[in-house]
């Protein structure tokens, strides 16, 4: 069996007159976030991690934000071609390890319904999907309420 690790990044600006998708579930909020698809930052993390630790580039390879294809895709198509091209090189998920850091909504309350989201588009176990929330301290672009990051460390196995 062969193990690989990989980590992913993401950040988008908060912008009004956008939805918020975080972790491929809408939350309400009076801004959301900025980008060619739904911004969905934390699955953007994930599919960068998730490439990277298959040594497949990343997501702006895959799925440019100057395709017409992309523009305002639903992020959860992309993660689920995402595990179809790491399934190409024989690699399946083992775990995730991911962070959201946001000022504002609060995001604990929305962790059950994103990990039950990410597991159904992966096709895992909900277990296999860590998700934490943090702030900056009102530091920073999180803190000032200008946008919204996240990290994402993945296993993948053969």
């Not at 990277?52 to 993660?79: C, E, Q, V, W």
Request: contains cysteine.
């Amino acid at each position: 069996m062969k193990i690989r690790v990989g980590f992913g990044f993401d950040v988008h600006k908060l912008v009004a007159g956008r939805d918020l998708w975080i972790g491929g579930i809408k939350i309400g909020h009076e801004l959301g976030l900025l980008g060619h698809s739904d911004a969905d930052v934390l699955i953007h993390a994930i599919c960068d991690a998730l490439l990277g630790a298959a040594n497949m580039r990343d997501i702006g390879y895959h799925f440019p934000d100057t395709s017409a294809d992309t523009l305002n895709i639903d992020s959860k198509i992309l993660l689920r071609k995402t595990v179809e091209l790491i399934a190409t090189k024989g690699y399946k998920l083992g775990n995730i390890d991911a962070t959201i850091c946001a000022e504002r909504p609060k995001m604990n309350p929305h962790i059950p319904a994103m990990k039950q989201c990410l597991a159904n588009v992966i096709g895992c176990d909900e277990d296999d999907i860590s998700i934490k929330a943090t702030t900056t301290e009102k530091l920073g672009f999180t803190g000032r309420e200008e946008g919204i990051s996240a990290y994402a460390t993945v296993l993948i196995t053969s």
